[in-house]
């Protein structure tokens, strides 16, 4: 028998396989923010049989409104884990902003705004600065971050020891504005949404994913890891900043110490979400699911008139169920497809 | 000789940055080198270092254990309700707090290493589930005063040392020779550097992961037990403070945040170098605030001397000077 | 018209020469082949070339004007595109996503518009008649095979002048390999310079018309590979005549079956497989890539699961883990195929390395002896002949050769008898082959049973006492004697392919 060479074998589109294969892939990728949503689904149903007016426009503006500042710092927080890193500092930056803001926000309306920018933009200048150090020295996130927390919390402290200072009323005015029944926190929490919509698509947004997926890779393929770096984690500090000024709409007050109780919860409500502390995998959208949840707990802690302690018991719960459940959505998908 | 100083660069920079330290503070402030001094020094380092103990080998297999605050206030409120303020009790008192800690521990092993939770989100969560568990249990209320035996083993000395630093030098003692001496360390090492080559050379890596975690539950239990005696009661909020601490003692003293190489000599280093800074609040006039700062800095800057950025910086600048010299001969 | 003009080209890396001296010049419309063993400075030649490193001393030019790239991003805007041995693809991204990374087209806005980059995608697909994936595949769902082929389709999209394939038919199967050569044929054709690297002689000769070989970090000849032979080609790349790369085949294998499969299969991927391996037997796996011989080897060493019955020197054993497969002389140890990733802890040092897997040999009470530890590692470096400074040196920093050798060394030290060596040779200099082939000889004269992979057909035929050929997964056929040849495998692999 001859060996003749076969002819060059013809492009496939998609082979008869592929089709099952794809189905069940795209399911078991998309399970831990399935998972997330389903569990989003049942602490609304129960929050709802507890309390009248659940589903109307004034729950959806309060809860919102309550979720806010962690959705903000829950944003930047992913865009630093797409791309592989973790940024600890963010505790740091909201503490300085809402101290900043107290302090520095004097009368008139546009000083405030000029104030306003200002923080926005020191909470994009720090996060350079941390991506800097970690790109230069070649030094590691966590390690980086947590120094910057602990330099900028103590910033923060030095220059307010304890909470107070002063917000102009027509600052706080805005944290309860509404439209047509809407309120502004919907409205950016809108906003929010379409920001993400456009980012992820950008070559920017896709950069950073590529770069936490294999940083090697986009070496390879010519991304700038100081450029992605610079800009993830100055993305990261710009949403701190943001956090802490909505959150000044809602207390009022300037506190050196509140960015604490941002961290974790903000790595958890991405976790929650389905994003992959790994880099590469996830979306906001599953962040956002991931904070509502962990404020939903919060109200149902509250309406159940337990102690409120319980709310991190369950947060902590509902945060391992999460992980593990996409663990094994992994290793299955794992032996099947292998 | 040279190999042997590039190895424990990190090491040997962190013990001289710490004299350094030394001998500025004792510069600003009078009587910081006092005996009772350096003791106090040396107590409130010794807390960190016992907390940092464990971190340091759960580090270096990899991992991180973000638990470690209230597995130590709970061991403390456990040691101190059972035992009500009386010794009697701390016979079976200690035990089942250290054994208590242990258990949280090896929980976070058995997390991460068999159902694959990434170490920050298992230690994370179990961190927070004590916080809820022990202060509804507690009511938020502050506990039972700490027995005389505890407050002893704290604050009471042997001679001249604090029993307290008695107790770390042990535990330093062992710690150095598990990570050095022993099989459980090579795995360890070998595991932090590259789980998956552990797996395919046949390391028992659920095993490992459990010991070390283990270790460090105790360990972050062993200090809520001593740091009782040193506040003369358990009081919720005492272990926050050593979350930070320790991660940061072992990041000074060399270890590679990643895993896979550092030691437990440099962990004592990063100890000591905190206790210094903290040293200085009162001797500067320093605010808390300030003291956060010069924290932050302190790590940023010991951790670039350490990398490998800076050392091939220098290694470019000493090569250009060989090759002046070697133009010029 | 001549293309690239390389005179005198050098590199060192602090006081490593990777580059001494590296001469080469090739013409548009021709493929060049580029040839010598790991560590002669091929690749830090092509980097240089495709702008990732820059040279320390010589000339480039490229078209007749000077060529200093000064990164990657300049090389290919000059035109060179470059697919190496380690892909530059993003697993978490599709394959669309990734051919066109960095260069989507874009909206107003600045988003991706994806449905212009998949028809993009396909397009390019059908002009170079690419067997690739489905666009919107993801890439870490792909077969190592699928992978090259959407790097190649990758360099393809940039429309270059100069293609650089480093071994990219290495982790092709035969049709592919087919589609690659034709493909370069075509380019050259058009009128492009393909440079071509490879250690298969057969490939070079089809599609090459000269071929420049570098020894030492300097090229030491060019050659037409019409005009030349194999002897010579050799002797350039080794600087001197290698009598032969394969020890004589002397049989040594006894009656005493030392691994005995029946019905091991492991997901879908590998069905219903008996094979009985002898005391003393070199026994070869082949079959097209990604039929199922992956999943065996991870099957008897415990990293996939299985079902079926195996038994080692007539016990069984249930194998769910490494640790299950290490214990011993009754034992399975594994030469794995990524020996950087699984093999070696590469900042640790090579005497850590070598007794990682058998701790417990000089472990007393928890306590390790380092003078036991020395011994066992002299003995080994010794034996194998590991060219390492001190044993203190850190593993990474061996070559491609060596780091084989500690991993050889490490499994050996368990004492096992059942070796598994998974492609052992791949990207290894021709020179160290030798040597492993001759330490699996010596192996198997010692009472070893040795069950070994490679990707290269020839080493299969020449270094196999019987041969399984895998196909889809199962068991096509197990030849002995006469009826292994290259022809007879293919065809075993192949022929329900065929028959489609």
Redesign the interface.
């Known amino acids: 028998?001859t060996?003749t060479?076969?002819s060059?074998?013809?492009?496939?589109?998609?082979?008869d396989g592929?089709h099952a294969?794809?189905r069940s892939?795209w399911l078991i990728?998309r399970a831990p923010f399935l998972i997330a949503c389903g569990m989003l689904a049942v602490l609304i149903a129960i929050y709802g049989t507890l309390r009248e007016g659940v589903f109307s426009f004034e729950e959806l503006n309060l809860d919102t409104a309550a979720a806010m500042t962690l959705l903000l710092a829950a944003t930047g927080q992913t865009i630093v884990l797409l791309r592989g890193g973790?940024d600890l500092s963010i505790g740091g930056m909201i503490s300085l902003g809402t101290v900043l803001a107290a302090t520095q926000f004097g009368g008139s309306p546009l000083q405030v705004a000029f104030a306003a920018v200002m923080i926005a933009l020191l909470g994009f200048a720090i996060g350079v600065c941390n991506g800097l150090?970690i790109s230069?020295?070649?030094?590691?996130p966590?390690?980086?971050t947590?120094?910057?927390?602990?330099?900028?919390?103590?910033?923060?402290?030095?220059?307010l020891?304890t909470d107070g200072g002063q917000l102009p009323d027509f600052w706080m005015a805005f944290g309860n504005a509404s439209l047509l029944g809407v309120s502004s926190s919907v409205g950016l929490l809108v906003l929010l949404v379409l920001f993400w919509v456009?980012f992820r698509?950008?070559?920017l947004g896709?950069?950073i994913?590529?770069t936490?997926?294999?940083q090697?890779?986009?070496e390879?393929?010519?991304?700038s890891i100081l450029r992605i770096n610079l800009l993830a984690y100055g993305l990261s500090g710009l949403f701190a900043a943001l956090a802490a000024l909505y959150l000044t709409t809602q207390t009022g007050t300037g506190s050196?110490t509140i960015g604490k109780d941002y961290i974790?919860p903000s790595?958890?409500a991405a976790?929650i979400g389905g994003i992959s502390?790994f880099g590469?995998?996830g979306g906001m959208i599953g962040t956002i699911v991931g904070a509502f949840i962990l404020t939903i707990i919060g109200n149902l802690v509250f309406v159940l008139q337990v102690?409120s302690?319980?709310?991190?018991?369950?947060?902590?719960?509902i945060?391992?169920v999460a992980?593990?459940a996409s663990?094994?959505a992994?290793?299955s998908a794992r032996?099947?497809?292998? | 000789m040279n190999a042997l100083l590039a190895r424990h660069r990190a090491v040997l920079l962190a013990y001289l940055g710490m004299i350094v330290l030394l001998l500025l503070t004792s510069f600003v402030s009078q009587g910081f080198l006092s005996g009772s001094h350096l003791r106090t020094m040396a107590v409130l380092s010794a807390f960190i270092g016992i907390v940092a103990l464990g971190q340091t080998f759960v580090i270096i297999g990899g991992g991180i254990d973000l638990s470690v605050p209230w597995v130590l206030n709970c061991a403390a409120v456990l040691v101190t309700l059972m035992a009500n303020g009386a010794d009697g009790p701390l016979i079976y008192a200690i035990p089942i707090a250290l054994a208590g800690g242990a258990l949280v521990g090896a929980l976070n092993g058995f997390g991460i290493a068999l159902f694959g939770v990434p170490p920050i989100i298992m230690t994370l969560a179990v961190n927070v589930i004590l916080q809820g568990g022990i202060l509804i249990y507690t009511g938020g209320a502050p506990t039972a005063s700490a027995p005389p035996l505890i407050q002893f083993l704290a604050v009471g000395r042997i001679g001249p040392l604090p029993v307290v630093v008695l107790i770390w030098a042990a535990l330093a003692v062992a710690a150095t020779l598990l990570l050095s001496r022993t099989a459980f360390g090579r795995y360890l090492y070998a595991q932090g550097t590259s789980a998956t080559v552990a797996e395919f050379s046949g390391v028992p890596t659920l095993r490992i992961t459990v010991l070390a975690y283990t270790l460090s539950g105790f360990t972050a239990a062993a200090a809520g037990v001593l740091l009782t005696g040193y506040t003369a009661q358990a009081y919720l909020g005492m272990g926050d403070p050593y979350l930070f601490t320790s991660i940061a003692a072992v990041a000074i003293g060399g270890a590679s945040i990643l895993g896979g190489s550092g030691s437990y000599i440099g962990t004592i280093a990063g100890a000591l170098v905190l206790t210094i800074l903290t040293g200085l609040l009162p001797a500067l006039n320093l605010s808390n605030g300030a003291l956060l700062v010069v924290y932050g800095v302190v790590i940023l800057v010991t951790v670039s001397l350490a990398s490998d950025a800076v050392s091939d910086f220098f290694a470019v600048i000493a090569r250009s000077f060989g090759r002046r010299d070697n133009a010029q001969s | 018209m001549e293309l690239i003009e390389a005179v005198g080209i050098s590199k060192r890396y602090g006081g490593i020469v990777a580059l001494s001296r590296a001469d080469f010049r090739a013409d548009a419309g021709e493929v060049h082949a580029l040839l010598g063993e790991n560590g002669a400075g091929k690749s830090t030649f092509i980097q240089i070339l495709a702008g990732i490193v820059r040279p320390n001393g010589g000339t480039l030019h490229l078209a007749g004007q000077a060529y200093q790239p000064a990164n990657a991003r300049a090389a290919e805007a000059a035109g060179i595109a470059a697919v190496f041995q380690e892909l530059s693809l993003v697993p978490d991204l599709t394959v669309a996503e990734n051919v066109w990374f960095r260069r989507e087209p874009l909206s107003l806005i600045g988003t991706v518009r994806k449905r212009r980059e998949r028809d993009a995608t396909l397009a390019l697909f059908e002009r170079y008649r690419i067997p690739a994936p489905a666009p919107t595949r993801e890439v870490r769902r792909l077969t190592l095979a699928e992978r090259q082929i959407v790097e190649i389709a990758k360099a393809l999209s940039r429309d270059p002048s100069v293609i650089i394939l480093d071994e990219a038919t290495s982790a092709l199967p035969p049709r592919e390999t087919d589609w690659l050569l034709q493909l370069s044929q075509d380019l050259a054709a058009e009128g492009k310079l393909v440079i071509y690297i490879s250690h298969r002689l057969a490939e070079i000769r089809q599609i090459a018309q000269r071929v420049t070989i570098f020894r030492n970090g300097a090229t030491v000849a060019t050659h037409d590979t019409a005009a030349v032979d194999d002897e010579t080609i050799i002797a350039d790349m080794l600087g001197r005549r290698m009598d032969r790369l394969y020890p004589p085949r002397i049989a040594t294998a006894t009656d005493r079956t030392a691994l005995k499969l029946r019905g091991l299969s492991v997901g879908d991927r590998l069905a219903d497989i008996d094979l009985d391996l002898k005391e003393g037997e070199v026994m070869g796996v082949a079959g097209l890539q990604g039929h199922g011989q992956r999943e065996l080897f991870q099957a008897l060493f415990g990293v996939s699961r299985s079902r079926g019955a195996v038994e080692v020197w007539g016990k069984p054993i249930a194998i769910r883990s490494p640790r299950d497969a290490l214990v011993g002389r009754d034992g399975i140890a594994l030469v794995p195929e990524d020996r950087r990733s699984h093999g070696l802890l590469l900042s640790k040092s090579v005497r850590e390395n070598l007794t990682l897997s058998v701790v417990p040999r000089f472990t007393r009470f928890g306590f390790l002896s380092r003078s036991r530890e020395r011994a066992l590692v002299d003995e080994q470096l010794r034996t194998l002949q590991i060219k390492a400074g001190t044993p203190d040196q850190m593993a990474g920093t061996l070559s491609g050769g060596n780091q084989q050798k500690v991993i050889f060394g490490k499994m050996l030290l368990t004492q096992s008898r059942i070796l598994l060596l998974y492609d052992p040779t791949r990207g290894i200099d021709v020179g160290t082959k030798g040597e492993i082939f001759r330490l699996m000889r010596d192996l198997a004269a010692k009472g070893y049973a040795i069950l070994f992979y490679s990707s290269d057909l020839p080493e299969i035929v020449n270094v196999a006492d019987r041969v399984a050929v895998l196909r889809n997964g199962k068991l096509a056929a197990i030849l002995s004697g006469d009826d292994i040849s290259e022809h007879r495998i293919l065809r075993e692999a192949m022929v329900e392919a065929r028959a489609a």
């Open positions: 028998m060996m060479l076969p060059a074998a013809k492009p496939v589109a998609k082979r592929d294969r794809d892939t990728d973790i150090l230069v020295l070649r030094l590691q966590f390690l980086v947590l120094a910057t927390w602990s330099i900028l919390s103590g910033t923060a402290l030095m220059i020891p456009w698509s950008t070559r896709i950069e994913r590529a936490g997926s294999n090697r890779s986009a390879l393929s010519g991304v050196p974790l790595v958890a976790v502390l590469g995998r102690s302690y319980w709310q991190p018991v369950v947060s902590g719960v945060l391992l992980v593990l663990s094994l992994e290793k032996r099947s497809l292998s």
